[in-house]
């Protein structure tokens, strides 16, 4: 059986305000994608990397993959028009070259800060239960809105978790996962959690952390370049 890190690089970054796709952008002189490969390469668990790549930024990629040294990426499949559509190319990529039984991370690219921990215990929970999201607790007042000016509903943050990435399962499941939400219609989900959940199904939950940031907005970038300071 193999475990896999399947990394999500398909976004171009229209927040962050740049001409270059947000996970190609240099964080002291390191492509962001370059880190996120770096942490499934070093992971001993880890046997394959395979991105899905913006469309034109292919060769870039492989040339990042040389330059640092990422000799498990075995694989680069074209992004789709949504994020839903980007993994499921990636999940009907690898099912022509790998078992059912192998497990796949679903990872974003411009999440370069995961752990070893947090690839760990994603694998372990993916091996005993099957669907798996890195989560994290939600420590602040959540509160609905419709007008995006006010409310006049929370929800119990002790009930709610927030998602992070790697998000998986094994291969046969992510296949018949996205093979049932084509047959149900559903073409625009967030997320493999929340597709998980749209299309009926129940997913399990692994530890994450606060230093797992998304890289979305400058000030993201900010707060890695502090992370990578203090040698996390």
Not at 177 to 188: C, Q, V
């Amino acid at each position: 059986m193999k475990n896999i890190g399947l990394i999500i690089a398909g976004g171009v970054g229209a927040r962050m305000q740049q001409a270059v796709p947000k996970q190609f952008m240099t964080v002291f002189d390191k492509p962001i994608i370059a880190y996120t490969m770096e942490k499934f390469e070093n992971h001993p668990a880890i046997d394959v990397i395979a991105v899905v790549c913006l469309e034109g930024w292919d060769n870039i990629l492989a040339s990042y993959a040389k330059q640092y040294n990422i000799t498990k990426l075995k694989h680069i499949f074209p992004a789709g028009s949504t994020g839903q559509e980007s993994i499921k190319n990636g999940i009907m990529g690898l099912a022509q070259h790998y078992n059912s039984d192998d497990i796949v991370l679903i990872h974003d690219a411009i999440r370069p800060n995961l752990s070893k921990d947090i690839i760990s215990d994603c694998v372990g929970t993916i091996e005993n239960h099957g669907f798996t999201v890195v989560v994290v607790p939600c420590n602040e007042a959540m509160m609905e809105t419709y007008d995006f000016e006010s409310s006049e509903k929370a929800f119990p943050r002790d009930n709610l978790k927030r998602t992070q990435t790697p998000q998986g399962a094994k291969l046969g499941q992510l296949v018949e996962l996205h093979n049932k939400a084509k047959e149900m219609g559903i073409t625009n989900s967030v997320a493999t959690c929340t597709l998980v959940t749209e299309t009926g199904g129940k997913i399990y939950f692994s530890a994450g952390s606060g230093k797992n940031i998304k890289i979305t907005t400058p000030e993201d970038i900010d707060i890695f370049k502090a992370l990578l300071k203090q040698g996390d």
